[in-house]
């Protein structure tokens, strides 16, 4: 079993930057892939950005460009650098750890991101 912890959420600017940490405890494997995804009030979860076990990331494209995902295996954790926030960009994000090979998938419980003047 995997557990999932996040963590950097809060209100901002318009224009201002946060970052988001995600940990993963538990059973890890070598082989996962991480994602934030975000979820508004009223509106679908959508995914925000990936990150495999290699490094390579993607991005969705609301984001690309402003928000920048990294993470440190040998901590087991994941940031999400999130730079130019507009008011759209709030909502509830949350860390998401894969397993490739043996399926596991945890969800963290979220934290608020709330972008405002």
């Known amino acids: 079993q995997v557990q999932v912890v996040e963590s950097g959420g809060g209100l901002v600017q318009p224009g201002g930057s946060l970052r988001l940490s995600c940990v993963a405890s538990g059973r890890i494997s070598r082989f996962n892939v991480m994602r934030w995804y975000r979820q508004a009030a009223e509106s679908q979860r959508e995914l925000v950005a990936t990150?495999?076990?290699?490094?390579?990331?993607d991005y969705g494209d609301a984001v690309k460009g402003r928000f920048t995902i990294s993470r440190n295996n040998s901590e087991s954790t994941v940031s999400l650098r999130m730079n130019s926030l507009k008011p759209e960009d709030t909502a509830v994000y949350y860390c998401?750890?894969?397993?490739?090979?043996?399926?596991?998938?945890?969800w963290g419980q979220g934290t608020q991101v709330t972008v405002s003047s």
């Open positions: 990150i495999n076990f290699n490094g390579n990331t």
């Open positions: 998401n750890y894969q397993g490739v090979l043996d399926g596991v998938d945890s």
